[in-house]
């Protein structure tokens, strides 16, 4: 399939998106929104997704001067009508995805740039990227789920301040307050991006798709719930090929080959 808004490479196991209009700073308009959300409804074999921007900037937020913005402009409603039609899906896709995802964020990541890295399984940031909130300065509200992404990742307090303050978040204070997995300097960002999506890639993909679904029951859900999906996701994994391979690598004192199933 051929897009416009992004650059899709496919590399063996990993599948890697670049958000590609750098003359805006990736800002996302809704046929940008749709493409990410395309690309993760077809995955085919990919065992891993990793995200990034073009350029200077991972995404500024969203664009709603772009072409394919008309109908969400019209009349009132507008926003309501981009985020539900476009946005929101595109952000379910990757919290939904059956794979491990990777944001590699290289600048700034505002708005529903923002609710993007941290859709992500692992959000890896440069020490000049920073995560912003600011609609409270033009009298909005997050959206994107940033409101519950931000409030589960670093609690009400912090998830307050970033919010109703619209203050920049840059990396290394993003790693300190648990926000991010881990923020490196500038010219290892991708490097450090690419190896960790590599092992992601070549790992126990059940095991790895069932430890998401479990981590989401435990962020929703109470601890009996969790309990009896652990339990129903360790005899699904245990019964499988990647399983009996760590058994015996174990054993054999060797390193597991994960074929994914």
Not at 194 to 217: D, F, V
Not at 227 to 255: H, N, T, V, W
Request: charged share 25%.
């Amino acid at each position: 399939m051929t897009y416009e808004t992004i650059r899709v490479e496919t590399d063996g196991p990993l599948t890697t998106i670049t958000l590609n209009r750098p003359e805006r700073l990736n800002a996302m308009a809704p046929q940008m929104a749709d493409e990410i959300g395309q690309v993760f409804y077809d995955l085919g074999d990919a065992r891993c997704v990793l995200i990034t921007g073009e350029g200077k900037g991972f995404c500024s937020g969203a664009d709603l001067s772009a072409r394919g913005s008309e109908s969400a402009l019209t009349g009132k409603g507008g926003s309501h009508m981009a985020l539900t039609r476009h946005y929101n899906p595109a952000i379910r896709q990757v919290l939904r995805a059956e794979v491990p995802v990777i944001c590699a964020v290289n600048g700034p990541a505002a708005g529903v740039g923002c609710s993007l890295a941290l859709a992500a399984d692992f959000t890896i940031a440069s020490k000049s990227a920073y995560f912003l909130q600011a609609f409270v300065n033009i009298g909005l509200v997050p959206d994107g789920g940033s409101t519950w992404m931000l409030a589960r990742a670093i609690g009400r307090a912090r998830a307050t301040r970033m919010m109703m303050l619209g203050e920049k978040i840059h990396g290394e204070q993003a790693e300190e307050w648990g926000l991010i997995y881990k923020c490196v300097d500038d010219e290892a960002l991708m490097d450090e991006a690419r190896a960790l999506a590599e092992k992601l890639a070549n790992g126990p993909t059940l095991a790895l798709r069932h430890i998401k679904h479990n981590i989401a029951n435990a962020l929703d859900g109470n601890v009996d719930n969790v309990l009896l999906a652990e339990a129903e996701a360790q005899r699904i994994a245990g019964e499988s090929d990647d399983a009996r391979e760590g058994g015996m690598a174990f054993l054999q004192k060797r390193k597991a080959e994960f074929k994914g199933s």
